[in-house]
């Protein structure tokens, strides 16, 4: 039967009126068609209308420079019930865990930035093992999100581990110090850890080259896996394909100079 109707329907065609043809054409696409191609935008549209959760921990010794880099990330105050201690608190205080959490908005997309602070890290005299109650912390975080996955309820699962960890440096030693490696290798293979030289502006350029030499000698000398910039994607945005490439260039162009530095010193 679909043999023989076929080619009456093609004769039959030419002779229909142009909106009658193109309600048939529809229906022939119609039926070829199921409707997946759509799940990316519907995927886009839900977590654009539900947002983002993003999760920062600042880690350092006091004086750093942590709020004030915080502040100029997100163009927010998030310490403004913060409490100043003077000397004698900042001797007898013991590591803290703060969270602050706020909502952005940007171009419609929501983002609940939470930012996990670590008062009191560092400050002590004797130093030793004083990142416990952070490295605790994150595997509470880990612990969980793991128990919510693992529920029957997971339409509101709050995901509140932690996505990135900025630790900060100081600039006036000679590199890492006990303290930055033992938080460093506790942390490492649980956050994504970014390193920073704080107040760098202090230093002249040739101090900050030879300090970022030698804190990358210690990563490497202690094992510590530090975050790396990942491979693009064929279909990222350009501006974000150049903006790798600088980052990615500038880094080659370090580690150039300074394989020329040792030839030259031999």
Wanted: hydrophobic share 35%; with cysteine; glycine share 6%.
């Amino acid at each position: 039967m679909d043999s023989l109707a076929a080619p009456q329907d093609r004769l039959v065609e030419p002779l229909l009126s142009p909106r009658t043809q193109a309600q048939r054409r529809l229906k022939d696409i119609d039926k070829q068609y199921v409707g997946f191609a759509t799940l990316p935008n519907q995927v886009h549209r839900k977590s654009v209308k539900k947002g983002f959760d993003f999760t920062l921990m600042v880690a350092g010794e006091s004086g750093l420079g942590k709020s004030t880099l915080v502040h100029s990330l997100f163009l927010t105050d998030l310490y403004k019930e913060r409490k100043l201690l003077s000397a004698e608190e900042r001797i007898s205080q013991t590591v803290e865990i703060l969270k602050h959490t706020v909502d952005i908005e940007e171009k419609g997309v929501k983002l609940k930035l939470t930012i996990v602070d670590t008062p009191g890290f560092g400050d002590a005299v004797n130093n030793s093992e004083c990142w416990k109650p952070i490295t605790d912390y994150v595997d509470q975080q880990f612990e969980q999100y793991f128990r919510d996955e693992s529920g029957l309820n997971r339409k509101n699962i709050q995901d509140n581990r932690v996505h990135c960890c900025l630790y900060f440096i100081s600039p006036f030693g000679h590199g890492l110090r006990p303290v930055d490696v033992g938080f460093m290798k506790a942390l490492h293979e649980k956050v994504n850890i970014v390193p920073l030289i704080a107040k760098a502006d202090c230093l002249v350029p040739g101090e900050i080259r030879k300090l970022k030499e030698r804190i990358r000698e210690e990563i490497d000398k202690f094992g510590i896996h530090v975050y790396q910039f990942p491979e693009c994607d064929s279909d990222e945005d350009e501006d974000f394909k150049q903006q790798d490439r600088e980052l990615k260039l500038r880094r080659m162009q370090e580690m150039l100079q300074k394989m020329k530095q040792q030839m030259q010193d031999q």
